[in-house]
């Protein structure tokens, strides 16, 4: 039966805008996803081979040659299913970044700037919750200075519509202990964000196997 000839009101996308996407069925959410089947078959029944199959886990974690082997997936399909189980898994690691305090900064941003030999400016742009909605290079300075300005840091923030920025930069010596510059570039930076509407929730310096937060280090974020 080609999807045409079910009643307009049974068809996955007529069901999902007027039911919304929490009343259909797995094949039935793939088979928008997949768009349209094949002369041989078409998409809710290729949708429903394609779970009987594979489970949803499974799908998730295949490859695009995977995929591109089962019959009635080419390339386009398989790309599709691919880009929407990725934004998926964004969605979840997105979650799951919440930042409570200095050691969670660290954590977060360490493998980005470690064993760099030039300092290194980052701003990460947080919601309400304090998840990280964007990590910003901001500048790469010399050996031990990154020159920065409120205009770059905050150029960031305002374009994600910033609840609250944290600022982070690294000292290639391995000890993180603030520079007189630093506490000036942190004061400005806290200044700016008061006039901006937009707080400067701590700002870390990452050392070698340690950190230092202007912040408490022990208060919540």
Not at 70 to 84: E, H, P, S, V, W
Not at 133 to 154: I, S
Not at 186 to 206: C, K, M, S
């Amino acid at each position: 039966m080609r999807l045409t000839e079910l009643a307009l009101y049974d068809r996955p996308r007529e069901r999902l805008a007027r039911l919304g996407s929490s009343a259909l069925s797995d094949a039935e959410l793939v088979a928008i996803i997949l768009s349209r089947g094949t002369a041989q078959e078409n998409v809710l029944n290729l949708a429903q081979r394609l779970l009987s199959t594979f489970t949803i886990d499974r799908l998730a974690r295949c490859s695009l040659g995977e995929l591109e082997s089962f019959r009635g997936i080419g390339r386009t399909k398989a790309c599709q299913l691919l880009a929407c189980f990725e934004l998926a898994q964004r969605k979840k690691s997105h979650k799951s970044n919440s930042l409570r305090c200095a050691k969670d900064v660290y954590t977060y941003c360490i493998n980005n700037i470690s064993n760099k030999e030039q300092e290194v400016f980052l701003v990460l742009v947080l919601d309400t919750k304090n998840c990280v909605v964007a990590c910003k290079q901001v500048t790469q300075g010399l050996l031990n200075k990154a020159l920065v300005h409120p205009r770059e840091v905050f150029k960031y923030a305002v374009k994600e519509n910033a609840n609250s920025i944290i600022l982070v930069h690294n000292h290639p010596s391995g000890d993180p202990s603030p520079s007189e510059e630093d506490k000036r570039v942190t004061e400005q930076l806290r200044e700016a964000g008061e006039v901006l509407g937009i707080t400067v929730l701590d700002h870390v310096i990452l050392g070698e196997e340690s950190w230092y937060s202007f912040a408490d280090e022990h208060k919540k974020l």
